[in-house]
């Protein structure tokens, strides 16, 4: 009898726990008692067959309750698709951040190789930061003072007389240009506002605009830049207060502003109320032409302007500046201390000894013939085997080409024929705020060995002629 | 007649220059011409006399500007005002930021003092982190893998039999505790969703939950822990799907849930379909319990955890790790990305180095009596000199006494007339995501040197004996 109604608790609590979640707290001995009429005996031997069985588990004091592990368990995380309901943005990796395979050619990425870093100031710069008080102490969060003052330095040394250089403590360090292009999106645009955007522009960008759930507006650029009368235009219509630009060696076409274009462009924002957002990424990596960032010009905060060490120093020594004055300034400070409180003193110290080592101007000198000689090979390896593909704009700085295919291509496909032969090489579909214009990829030349560059090319070459091919078939 | 003329538009132009905003562009010369019925020399005469007066300046091909300089010149940055708007969200500074007078007292900060830090192990790590690939390479979105394992099986290694432990690739590595909990408010939250939160706790938590704009449901917590009803009831009523808690040894009050809590709570949100973000700060900081992660009774995916080296490593060796699994993981990890890409993999090594020394474990050892040894002696002196001044609660670890004033209490104000006495403590508003449940202050015992314990505690008691008398009289 007792055995018959310990054997029935077990088979109604099976019954329940196929279904039950796991983790759910099964009755109390108290209440299985009065349902089934049994006693206090009954009712914990069926406990303990159930609990034999790996079905329950009791934790003393608070319960019984159905395990989580079922014999071999596969995870199921599918009750978090509710909680966690359809994503607001499309936020992924982006494809220049890929790992590939050893052997695979790449030239996708938004690196450099190494041998176009100052390995040896980096290296010992770190070194040098691990002896110093660097190394045990926190930062204040707008950064290391001295470095605060030598990038307002590097922009005053660039203003005009007359015009009220960036002072040392308008300069904001951040942990690499997102974490600045974020903290501005976020301070200065603010969620479901307008952000007009250059199209194409960095992917960086559009994402970190993507997170801060600021609606982009794009803005057409090319190598000429934007036109001020649309600019113009789009400010008044949308309202927005903020232009997103890379007036300087853009990513990803490698062109400059014309002279005039820049104080034509402060004259609008100024005239509208609005910010020029400066990301002058490339500011080390000049080639043809010498930067001439817009900030300079500014003095009524007008340009927030963000200037990166990443892919000049090492990309291990991630530090960068915002550099912006009046209220924006502290909006952007307040954000960046609410999310990460203050950039590792260590890094600060070791970008700090890098540029300010005799070596580091020395370093940038050579670095110029190096990148000309890398852009100039890959542009002739694509002329020769990969005709199909141009290169629109010689860069005149920066790591990449910026490369059209004939219309009609699929470039998605492009980009998988290519991988399949051991070329990695970045969809241009990625710069596009919006559709894209055309059908681009983007081609780093810094990033992989120019001995490679033919064997790149006549992969790029075949692929195409086969796309060619089967899209006239 | 022409010197009439070019006076005339002289004087009319700086009527309007006065009023003009700074880079206005004046009229061409070719509509001044017109205007004024004047010839090309007598405008040209004009524009020269208005560019000698500092009043505008010439930028050719482009045109005449109104200067943005002065005579000696005061930023204006009011148009900033109208171009931001009023801010969303109260994001400052916390007051455990400050840098303070090196000859003040300081009980205010939230870290421990360097003499409490493994200073040895971290110099050889960041020396050898200089040495080698680290400082020159590029590190993976979710980390280095041999830290991603790390902190994932020191999770593991906490887990009961026949719960599945964490993976390594479950292990985000982020860049500090306030970068992953912004993370996670934005991409598990959301902005305008509702987020349940234990109050008091860590004002970073409350910053980062601010500045991703969720919606704050303060839950009352304290040396017992939240109540799981309450906790049921407001999951229930707001609709919210995630709870941030601090169960091992809670900023501000350094108590540990009882041991039924955590399966308690647990149970909660799984049955709720929620989260439980999981802030493990003090893992490090034990005193009088061992920490045991909740995160480490779960199975599925319902436990966000956040474990931190910043504390217990050093300032400057930013690093923390995010482990989540399922799509929150994902949703955190691109979230990361956007954000700030990756974190240093100097940082990482040295932190992955640090750790796996044999030197680690001694330190820890070493560590609780010296943590006990301070909290004591804090104790002890506000017993003899700030008699008014309660710790209803002995921390079991972390770095701080949440600190009881008499009810009625002007906190802000026995908080500026301890600075005035070279004492600076944190006010207990900060801690609070509403109103304040009591004037509370914190004391970190683990940052000042404890002889001057003494002294802080006698500046408070007088302090308070003076607030006492002034709210009696």
Same mark, same amino acid.
């Given at each position: 009898? @007792?055995?018959?109604?310990?054997?029935?608790?077990?088979?109604?609590?099976?019954?329940?726990?196929?279904?039950?979640?796991?983790?759910?707290?099964?009755?109390?001995?108290?209440?299985?008692?009065?349902?089934?009429?049994?006693?206090?005996?009954?009712?914990?031997?069926?406990?303990?067959?159930?609990?034999?069985?790996?079905?329950?588990?009791?934790?003393?004091?608070?319960?019984?309750?159905?395990?989580?592990?079922?014999?071999?368990?596969?995870? $199921?995380?599918?009750?978090?698709?509710?909680?966690?309901?359809?994503?607001?943005?499309?936020?992924?990796?982006?494809?220049?951040?890929?790992?590939?395979?050893?052997?695979? !050619?790449?030239? &996708?990425?938004?690196?450099?190789?190494? $041998?176009?870093?100052?390995?040896?100031?980096?290296?010992?710069?770190?070194?040098?930061?691990?002896?110093?008080?660097?190394?045990?102490?926190?930062?204040?969060?707008?950064?290391?003072?001295?470095?605060?003052?030598?990038?307002?330095?590097?922009?005053?040394?660039?203003?005009?007389?007359?015009?009220?250089?960036?002072?040392?403590? @308008?300069?904001?360090?951040?942990?690499?240009?997102?974490?600045?292009?974020?903290?501005?999106?976020?301070?200065?645009?603010?969620?479901?506002?307008? %952000?007009?955007?250059?199209?194409?522009?960095?992917?960086?960008?559009?994402?970190?605009?993507?997170?801060?759930?600021?609606?982009?507006?794009?803005?057409?650029?090319?190598?000429?830049?934007?036109?001020?009368?649309?600019?113009?235009?789009?400010?008044? =219509?949308?309202?927005?207060?903020?232009?997103?630009?890379?007036?300087?060696?853009?990513?990803?076409?490698?062109?400059?502003?014309?002279?005039?274009?820049?104080?034509?462009?402060?004259?609008?924002?100024?005239?509208?109320?609005?910010?020029?957002?400066?990301? @002058?990424?490339? &500011?080390?990596?000049?080639?043809?032409?010498?930067? &001439?960032?817009?900030?300079?010009?500014?003095?009524?905060?007008?340009?927030?302007? %963000?200037?990166?060490?990443?892919?000049?120093?090492?990309?291990?020594?991630?530090?960068?500046?915002?550099?912006?004055?009046?209220?924006?300034?502290?909006?952007?400070?307040? $954000?960046?201390?609410?999310?990460?409180?203050?950039?590792?003193?260590?890094?600060?110290?070791?970008?700090?000894?890098?540029?300010?080592?005799?070596?580091?101007?020395?370093?940038?000198?050579?670095?110029?013939?190096?990148? #000309?000689?890398?852009?100039?090979? %890959?542009?002739?390896?694509?002329?020769?085997?990969?005709?199909?593909?141009?290169?629109?704009?010689?860069?005149?700085?920066?790591?990449?080409?910026?490369? =059209?295919?004939?219309?009609?291509?699929?470039?998605?496909?492009?980009? #998988?024929?290519?991988?399949?032969?051991?070329? !990695?090489?970045?969809?241009?579909?990625?710069?596009?705020?919006?559709?894209?214009?055309?059908?681009? !990829?983007?081609?780093?030349?810094?990033?992989?060995?120019? $001995?490679?560059?033919?064997?790149?090319?006549?992969?790029?070459?075949?692929?195409?002629?086969?796309?060619?091919?089967?899209?006239?078939?």
């Amino acid at each position: 009898m @007792d055995d018959d109604s310990s054997s029935r608790i077990v088979r109604e609590l099976r019954r329940w726990i196929e279904t039950a979640p796991a983790g759910a707290r099964l009755p109390s001995n108290r209440a299985l008692m009065a349902r089934h009429g049994a006693g206090p005996v009954t009712v914990q031997k069926a406990m303990r067959q159930l609990i034999g069985l790996g079905l329950v588990e009791s934790r003393p004091g608070v319960g019984t309750f159905v395990r989580s592990i079922r014999g071999p368990r596969v995870a $199921d995380y599918g009750w978090q698709t509710a909680a966690l309901g359809a994503p607001h943005r499309r936020l992924a990796l982006s494809s220049t951040q890929r790992t590939v395979a050893p052997d695979a !050619i790449g030239l &996708h990425s938004g690196y450099p190789a190494r $041998d176009l870093l100052p390995e040896r100031l980096v290296r010992a710069a770190l070194a040098r930061a691990a002896r110093s008080e660097a190394a045990m102490t926190r930062t204040p969060a707008a950064g290391h003072p001295e470095l605060q003052a030598w990038f307002a330095a590097e922009l005053a040394a660039a203003a005009p007389a007359g015009v009220t250089a960036a002072a040392p403590r @308008d300069a904001l360090v951040v942990a690499g240009s997102p974490s600045g292009l974020s903290s501005i999106f976020r301070a200065v645009v603010g969620p479901g506002r307008p %952000l007009l955007i250059e199209s194409p522009t960095y992917w960086g960008a559009i994402l970190a605009a993507e997170q801060a759930a600021v609606e982009l507006v794009p803005i057409p650029s090319g190598p000429a830049g934007p036109d001020p009368e649309e600019l113009d235009r789009a400010l008044a =219509r949308t309202g927005s207060r903020a232009f997103y630009a890379q007036p300087t060696f853009a990513n990803p076409d490698g062109a400059q502003w014309p002279a005039a274009l820049g104080p034509a462009v402060l004259d609008v924002v100024r005239r509208r109320g609005a910010f020029l957002v400066e990301d @002058d990424w490339a &500011h080390d990596l000049a080639i043809d032409a010498d930067p &001439h960032p817009v900030a300079a010009l500014d003095d009524d905060g007008h340009v927030i302007y %963000l200037r990166s060490l990443t892919k000049s120093v090492s990309p291990a020594v991630r530090v960068a500046a915002v550099i912006a004055r009046g209220p924006a300034r502290e909006r952007i400070l307040a $954000d960046r201390a609410a999310e990460s409180m203050y950039v590792s003193g260590v890094l600060q110290a070791a970008a700090l000894d890098v540029v300010t080592q005799p070596g580091w101007r020395g370093h940038l000198r050579a670095l110029r013939p190096q990148l #000309r000689a890398r852009r100039d090979l %890959l542009g002739q390896s694509l002329d020769r085997h990969a005709p199909a593909a141009r290169v629109e704009h010689r860069p005149l700085g920066g790591l990449n080409l910026w490369v =059209r295919l004939p219309e009609g291509t699929d470039v998605e496909g492009v980009v #998988r024929d290519c991988q399949t032969h051991g070329l !990695i090489v970045a969809a241009g579909t990625e710069w596009f705020p919006a559709e894209p214009a055309g059908p681009f !990829i983007r081609l780093n030349y810094a990033g992989e060995h120019p $001995d490679r560059f033919d064997e790149a090319a006549r992969i790029l070459g075949r692929v195409l002629d086969d796309a060619g091919r089967s899209g006239g078939g």
